[in-house]
């Protein structure tokens, strides 16, 4: 098979692409717009690998899109391209607005006069697959989880253009019939995040002796996805999702936001031990941010039934694997 990833250069992008590398024959092409949040070491080592073509491009650039299409024939889509972080979009939401609805609606606007081209055979095979977030469904009370028929209440920018861009998908399979699934994920970490997420950014001030900020009381609640879990179910359901379906992504591990700092600080106090002194004592509460939804959790259950799916990483495995890999790079860097 031949698939286009968009934003393949980002953080659940290259896991994805590393895990196609690995484990298939695909070709994969990656387009990206190489922002700030994209990290080219995250597929450093596959650049020459014949199965791997990468193109710089802006999901906003129709006519970009519609010759890549034409040039690379693809057997399907992986959507992953956005911006993803709350406080940015709060800040700025034009960015949010752009990349993650219009051009939402220009990739399936070529995908769509693509699609109507091809044959029988190759309609059948061909998949678009748009990967969500858990935040479209809003705020959650303790005892409930997110199932795929949770009804959208997005509470920031961010959140609410990626419902926006849900909606278009399913309009553009109902409307023109083009085959799409779509995944919605909880919060993710592992290894080449941006450090403008709460993990990576808490190893990072950390490491360099800074504040830790953590919002208000630090008492919401996130469902923690380690991203090569996360990989495997994205492939697993764009190889044998249904048609039409939607299929919620959790790594089943609920944590405190203030939880999963002391556990960063307390792992850190065993890989970079420092005498008469304590990571956690860098802990500084702020105000809290606008809009902030107090707790997401999600169901996968529909995923482990339908597909066989189940996470491989707890949080406490997964969470010493990060650190080792932010560490490992902090003391190279020192050495260097």
Request: aromatic fraction near 12%; proline fraction near 4%; charge should be neutral.
């Amino acid at each position: 098979m031949r698939i286009l990833i968009t934003g393949g250069s980002g953080f659940i992008g290259s896991a994805l692409i590393r895990k196609f590398l690995s484990s298939t024959d695909f070709e994969i092409l990656n387009i990206d717009k190489l922002t700030y949040a994209a990290d080219p070491q995250a597929l450093s080592g596959f650049e020459n690998n014949a199965n791997y073509i990468f193109r710089k491009a802006d999901i906003c650039d129709e006519k970009l899109l519609e010759n890549i299409f034409t040039d690379f024939r693809p057997d399907g889509v992986i959507h992953l391209a956005a911006e993803s972080h709350v406080d940015r979009s709060i800040l700025d939401p034009s960015h949010f607005i752009k990349t993650n609805i219009i051009g939402t609606f220009n990739l399936l606007e070529v995908a769509r006069k693509y699609f109507s081209q091809l044959s029988d055979k190759k309609r059948y095979l061909f998949r678009f697959h748009h990967v969500s977030t858990d935040e479209v469904y809003g705020d959650l009370k303790a005892g409930k989880f997110f199932t795929e028929n949770t009804p959208y209440a997005p509470s920031s920018p961010y959140s609410s253009s990626k419902a926006s861009s849900d909606h278009l998908v399913r309009a553009w399979h109902r409307t023109y019939g083009i085959p799409v699934v779509i995944t919605n994920c909880s919060n993710n970490y592992g290894p080449f995040q941006n450090k403008e997420k709460l993990i990576p950014l808490t190893i990072h001030n950390a490491i360099n002796r800074n504040d830790i900020p953590i919002y208000g009381s630090g008492l919401q609640v996130r469902d923690w996805l380690y991203v090569e879990d996360h990989a495997e179910a994205l492939i697993k359901v764009f190889l044998d999702g249904d048609v039409s379906e939607t299929y919620n992504i959790g790594g089943n591990n609920e944590k405190t936001n203030i939880d999963v700092v002391r556990t960063i600080c307390n792992l850190l106090d065993s890989m970079l031990p420092s005498s008469n002194f304590k990571y956690e004592s860098l802990i500084k509460h702020v105000e809290d941010r606008k809009g902030h939804d107090y707790r997401y959790a999600i169901d996968s259950s529909k995923l482990k039934n339908n597909l066989g799916w189940l996470p491989s990483e707890t949080f406490d495995s997964g969470i010493t694997k990060t650190i080792e890999h932010y560490v490992k790079n902090y003391l190279k860097a020192k050495i260097l």
